[in-house]
C-alpha cells in the first residue's frame, strides 16, 4: 500500500465515530433486561461479554443470570441511538445517554429492568 493511501485511511480511521447509545442484555430465561448506555456501543458490549465471560462483570444481578442460563439465554443488541450534536466541539455526552436510558425503560415496563 503507498503512503498516501496508508495517510488517508488513517485520517478516516480517526474521523471516524462510534455510534453511542442505550443497548441491552435481554435474558430470555428469567425476561430481565439489563439496560446500559455508552459513548461507544459496541466495544461496551464486547467488554460487558469479555467480563460475562470471565465472572467479574460490575453488575452482579446481570453476572449471576449470565451463569445461571449462558450466554446462548440472552438477547444482546443496541435499543437506540444517540445522534452526535452538529457542534463538532461537543464531546460529553453523559447526560443525554443517561436520559435516553431512562426513556428506553419504559419500553420494557412488563419486565424486570435492570441497569448496567
Excluded at 460490575?58 to 452538529?86: H, R, S
Excluded at 466541539?89 to 419500553?107: A, G, H, P
Aim: charged share 40%; net charge neutral.
Amino acid at each position: 500500500m503507498d503512503k498516501l493511501k496508508r495517510k488517508e485511511l488513517l485520517q478516516q480511521y480517526k474521523e471516524m465515530k462510534p455510534e453511542m447509545g442505550v443497548y441491552m442484555f435481554k435474558s430470555i430465561k428469567t425476561d430481565t433486561v439489563y439496560l446500559g448506555c455508552d459513548k461507544n456501543i459496541n466495544a461496551t458490549i464486547n467488554g460487558d461479554k469479555f467480563k460475562l465471560k470471565l465472572n467479574s462483570h460490575k453488575c452482579k444481578k446481570l453476572q449471576q443470570d449470565w451463569n445461571e442460563n449462558k450466554e446462548e439465554n440472552f438477547e444482546i443488541k443496541t435499543v437506540e441511538i444517540l445522534p452526535y450534536d452538529k457542534d463538532e466541539s461537543k464531546v460529553d455526552y453523559s447526560e443525554e445517554l443517561k436520559i435516553l436510558r431512562e426513556m428506553c425503560k419504559d419500553r420494557f415496563t412488563e419486565k424486570n429492568v435492570e441497569e448496567i
